[in-house]
């Protein structure tokens, strides 16, 4: 299994502009979740996912933000527009199914930085 | 609700010396608690999970941790440390009822000096 999948590794950007980060979760995992890391904040649950409904959004900090998941295999973030204040590491994770408390398999991050 | 405390947002230790990375938790029902390792520019990797089994738990890379209910905690422990331990440490919570999403702690950096 290649694992959780994310892309692009790195963005920049400017304050204005979309960004739209993207997810491919484990085959087979039925939830799917983005956290943002920053130093001050630590790990940050912004929104997830069960069987493709959004379960909790009340992370996500401002209506700028938003998420999708159009199918299992297929997740999006996207901030628009863009302030500095957004810079960070956004991780996406994947679990078997939010209802049974397992561990979550995380991607290798999407490190934006908003100049 | 469930929250985790990570004592010391540093820790040092020269190696071949003993790791202890502190952690305790807080939950209305009993819990599954975590250890995930992040190398620098990685994500997170799982190190080892207490899911009401095993009070001592192991796991990769020589780590272990043992759940004490009595003190709410689940410190992480390994005898010797290697250079290549040197990351950053997150214990993590959930509720074993299901339903509930993982709950991090602020995280520990662990630096190894030869």
């Known amino acids: 299994d290649a694992g959780v999948i994310q892309s692009p590794r790195h963005e920049v950007t400017e304050m204005g502009q979309e960004v739209t980060l993207r997810c491919k979760p484990i085959?087979?995992?039925?939830?799917l979740f983005w956290y943002r890391q920053t130093m001050m904040r630590g790990l940050e649950l912004l929104i997830y996912?069960?069987?493709?409904?959004?379960?909790?959004d009340s992370g996500m900090p401002e209506d700028r933000f938003s998420a999708k998941m159009p199918n299992a295999s297929f997740s999006t973030l996207k901030i628009q527009p863009s302030e500095p204040r957004d810079s960070a590491v956004y991780f996406c994770?994947?679990?078997?199914?939010?209802?049974?408390?397992?561990?979550?398999?995380f991607g290798s991050g999407t490190r934006l930085t908003v100049v | 609700a469930q929250s985790v405390t990570q004592l010391g947002s540093h820790v040092s230790v020269s190696e071949g010396a003993l790791v202890l990375l502190r952690c305790n938790y807080s939950?209305?029902?009993?819990?599954?608690l975590f250890w995930y390792v992040q190398y620098p520019n990685q994500g997170l990797q799982l190190l080892l999970k207490?899911?009401?089994?095993?009070?001592l738990v192991k796991g990769i890379n020589g780590f272990e941790a043992e759940f004490k209910k009595s003190e709410t905690s689940f410190h992480l422990t390994k005898p010797s440390a290697h250079m290549s331990d040197a990351a950053e440490y997150f214990c993590a919570v959930i509720l074993n009822s299901g339903y509930s999403t993982l709950t991090f702690g602020k995280g520990t950096m662990l630096l190894v000096s030869p």
């Open positions: 085959s087979g995992h039925n939830s």
């Open positions: 939950s209305s029902v009993p819990p599954y």
């Open positions: 207490y899911t009401s089994a095993a009070t």
């Open positions: 994770a994947s679990s078997l199914d939010y209802s049974l408390p397992y561990g979550y398999t």
């Open positions: 996912f069960n069987n493709n409904v959004p379960i909790d």
